[in-house]
């Protein structure tokens, strides 16, 4: 059974601060690493991918990967109220088609 | 630019019936996953079509079946419904290599069993 594990929070920051966001997976032989956001009653939204070690940045966003350690994590810069989302860890273990998602850590971003 | 259109947003059905649910795939995408999604977790992976041909399934009862047409659009049938059937289904339409460029999803289906 392939996991994809992430602490569900929620996770508090306040405005302007960095959060950070982790996931673990199990298999080591996984390929793609997606984080996708998703606001309350809302659908997933694609907001990064990643797929080499090493650190890829978009805009405030910055996805890490590290598969030696079997971790994700995405760093939230400037945090806004708007950030206030579930963002969910999804991963593709290698020979499947289908990426697994995790359960999501709910984030709350405060004034 | 189209994205990912399903139908119908809100549905209440008894338990014992049967359901079908729609998705139009995002213009360019010919690849169409469905996931339910339990309150307060991740989407569950339900079943992939590509090429009107069932490419992959999770680990879903045979009650769950599916369909995609020549136009790539698809359906969800669920048969005999349970209480637990009770969530969001999403549809995620992408290219052939889905774990390659990820999903775009549709916004759901609120299905209530009763």
């Known amino acids: 059974q392939k996991e994809v594990e992430q602490n569900s929070g929620p996770l508090s920051v306040p405005e302007g601060a960095i959060a950070s966001l982790n996931c673990t997976y199990s298999?080591?032989?996984?390929?793609?690493f997606f984080w996708y956001r998703q606001y309350s009653g809302k659908s997933p939204e694609l907001i990064m991918s990643i797929y080499s070690n090493g650190d890829k940045e978009d805009g405030r966003f910055t996805a890490q990967l590290n598969k030696a350690s079997q971790y994700v994590s995405l760093l939230i810069r400037d945090s806004q109220p708007s950030d206030s989302a579930t963002y969910l860890c999804a991963v593709r273990a290698g020979g499947s088609y289908i990426p697994t998602f995790g359960r999501g850590t709910s984030l709350i971003v405060h004034p | 630019d189209a994205g990912v259109t399903q139908s119908p947003t809100h549905l209440i059905k008894t338990r014992g019936q049967q359901v079908t649910l729609r998705c139009s795939p995002k213009s360019g995408h010919d690849t169409v996953s469905w996931y339910q999604q339990a309150l307060g977790q991740g989407p569950q992976f339900i079943f992939q079509?590509?090429?009107?041909?069932?490419?992959q399934r999770g680990n879903f009862p045979d009650r769950f079946s599916g369909h995609q047409f020549p136009n790539y659009s698809s359906e969800l049938n669920v048969n005999a419904l349970l209480l637990g059937d009770s969530a969001l289904y999403l549809c995620a339409s992408s290219l052939p290599e889905t774990g390659t460029y990820g999903y775009t999803f549709g916004s759901g289906t609120r299905l209530t069993v009763v």
């Open positions: 298999d080591r032989g996984s390929q793609s």
């Open positions: 079509y590509y090429e009107e041909e069932e490419r």
